[in-house]
């Protein structure tokens, strides 16, 4: 499966930005999604995923209530909608896919078969 990230950019604190991951090569329902991220200096975290039902998702504390994740089927795209954002969002936001996983690894980048090219996101105070 490819995937293409984008939607990153320059945002001041508080601002919102969604990132759009479009997925094609594979029937995108069988696929769990993630998003993670990756700070200058700083090993790639976990942000977000959706599981195949579209109904399922998880979050790293320091995003909840903040981010959403949802997935379009029609689009075969997943979304990161981020609101509030802080200086400490910024990073390269990255989306990857699972053909299968289960949840106590779906914070774990190697539980991922295909990454995306990944976004940049820069959010200044």
């Known amino acids: 499966v490819q995937l293409q990230a984008s939607g990153g950019g320059l945002v001041q604190a508080g601002d919102s930005l969604r990132l759009s991951c479009a997925a094609s090569?594979?029937?995108?329902?069988?696929?769990?999604m993630g998003w993670f991220r990756q700070a200058p200096g700083k090993e790639r975290e976990f942000v977000a995923a959706?599981?195949?039902?579209?109904?399922?998702?998880h979050y790293t504390d320091s995003v909840k209530g903040r981010f959403t994740i949802s997935r379009d089927r029609a689009k075969n795209t997943v979304y990161l909608q981020m609101n509030s954002l802080n200086p400490e969002d910024t990073a390269v936001y990255y989306c990857?896919?699972?053909?299968?996983?289960?949840?106590?690894?779906?914070?774990?980048?190697?539980?991922?078969?295909?990454w995306g090219q990944g976004t940049l996101v820069t959010v200044s105070s």
């Open positions: 990857a896919a699972s053909r299968r996983i289960i949840y106590s690894t779906i914070g774990v980048p190697s539980s991922y078969n295909n």
């Open positions: 090569g594979r029937t995108f329902s069988d696929l769990t």
């Open positions: 959706i599981f195949r039902n579209g109904v399922s998702t």
